[in-house]
Nanobody, 128 residues
C-alpha cells in the first residue's frame, strides 16, 4: 500500500520560511519521480517542484513562480521542500505526489495528471 505523508505546514508572515516533508512508503522510491503540488481555493492544482530518481538523471524542476525561493531535495524515501521568501500568493494546500512515468521535461514533471499517488496535503498560509 502506497502512502505519502506530508508534514511541516503552518502559518508564517511574508518573507518567512517553512520546510515541508513527505515520507513515502510502499513504493520503490528509486524508480519514482517525486513532486510537490499546491492548490489554492478556487484555483487549479499546480506543480511546484519535482525531482527525478537518480537512475533517470536526478534532475530537479521548479515552477517559475518559486525558482530561487524553493528548494526540493530527496534523501531515500523522504522528500523535503524548503520554502524561503514566502509570499501571500504561496498560500495553498501543498501535496506530495509520486509517479513512475517518465518525465524528462519541466512541463511533464510538473503535470498533475502524470502522478498516480498523492498525499493528503498540508496547509501553508502566508500573511502579508
Amino acid at each position: 500500500q502506497v502512502q505519502l505523508v506530508e508534514s511541516g505546514g503552518g502559518s508564517v508572515q511574508a518573507g518567512g520560511s517553512l520546510r515541508l516533508s513527505c515520507a513515502a512508503s510502499g513504493i520503490n522510491y528509486q524508480n519514482y519521480n517525486m513532486a510537490w503540488f499546491r492548490q489554492a481555493p478556487g484555483k487549479e492544482r499546480e506543480g511546484v517542484a519535482a525531482i527525478e530518481p537518480r537512475n533517470r538523471g536526478g534532475t530537479t524542476y521548479y515552477a517559475n513562480s518559486v525558482k530561487g525561493r524553493f528548494t526540493m531535495s530527496q534523501e531515500n524515501a523522504k522528500i523535503t521542500l524548503e520554502m524561503d521568501s514566502l509570499k501571500p500568493e504561496d498560500t495553498a494546500l501543498y501535496y506530495c505526489a509520486a509517479s513512475n512515468d517518465f518525465t524528462g521535461t519541466a512541463y511533464r514533471a510538473l503535470l498533475p495528471s502524470l502522478y498516480g499517488f498523492w498525499g493528503q496535503g498540508t496547509q501553508v498560509t502566508v500573511s502579508s
